[in-house]
């Protein structure tokens, strides 16, 4: 297990993150990584791939956890790298990632091969996108890794306060469950949207009727505190339909 936390590290650079990815040798036997990069401000997008790359040679790593939160200058190009972590870590169960507050997390529209992960063996997969700006393309790709991840058991997912949370995109994520629900492995789904000021009835619908079809219900949890184009009593009618004490939406 290796901890590094460069929390509020105001100093630290593109060059210190070179020499720390330096560290990460190939032939570490490392099952668990955990650093913290919230509030470093004067990291770019260099030192971030350099650290990515050095990662991805860990070939026993089982948990990742890593915090980027209120870094000001990661950027979207940080999926090429965690693109390239999940193929190239044969043994990854666990990935956390936090986005918070990441204000240059940009909804576009990447292109990577998805299917490579359906060999993944990942079972929890965490990721916060608080504040960012995210939509439509990002859950389309999320819907995709979902739906290629076989061997999921949790999905714990933030959106809190993206204001390009539409009702597309929100159908698109949920759609990525699909498969899943057909299966047994899923056990518990999280997924928070609260004061994601432009989800509607649409997306509301899209998770009945996804849930609906289900001959497996697995614990899911979902966060519509806030979302003020949604009413109530909406939300009571699907919680109404299922009486099922594994799902839970929270609401005003």
């Known amino acids: 297990m290796l901890n590094i936390n460069f929390r509020y590290c105001s100093n630290l650079t593109d060059l210190s993150c070179h020499l ?4 990460l040798k190939k032939d570490f036997e490392l099952a668990t990584l955990r650093i913290n990069f ?4 004067k990291v770019f997008d260099s030192g971030y791939q350099a650290l990515m790359n050095s990662i991805s040679g860990l070939k026993q790593l089982k ?3 890593l915090s980027f939160w209120n870094s000001s200058h990661l950027t979207s190009s ?3 790298g965690l693109n390239s972590l999940i193929r190239q870590c044969p043994k990854l169960e666990e990935m956390y990632i936090d986005f918070a507050w990441c204000t240059n997390i940009k909804d576009l529209d990447l292109c990577f091969d998805i299917e490579v992960f359906s060999g993944s063996p990942l079972k929890v ?3 916060d996108f608080t504040m960012t700006e995210v939509g439509q393309n990002t859950c389309r790709m999320l819907s995709k890794m ?9 999905v714990n997912l933030k959106f809190q306060t993206c204001q390009h949370m539409t009702d597309d995109a929100a159908c698109f994520l949920i759609a990525g469950f699909k498969d899943h629900f057909r299966e047994e492995k899923l056990q518990k789904i999280t997924i928070d949207f609260q004061s994601c000021s432009q989800l509607g009835v649409k997306s509301l619908t899209e998770i009945w009727e996804v849930l ?8 899911v949890s979902i966060n519509l505190k806030d979302c003020h184009r949604i009413r ?3 939300i009571d009618f699907v919680l109404n339909f299922f009486s099922n004490p594994s799902l839970t939406i929270e609401k005003k």
């Not at 979902?146 to 949790?154: C, G, M, N, R, Y």
């Not at 609906?212 to 614990?219: A, C, E, G, R």
């Open 78 to 80: 940080i999926w090429e």
């Open 125 to 127: 997969l965490s990721l």
């Open 146 to 154: 979902i739906s290629s991840f076989k061997e999921l058991v949790e």
């Open 232 to 234: 109530a009593k909406r």
């Open 212 to 219: 609906k079809t289900s001959p497996h219900l697995p614990q």
């Open 20 to 23: 720390v990815s330096k560290c």
């Open 38 to 41: 919230a509030w470093c401000n």
């Open 63 to 65: 948990l990742l956890d």
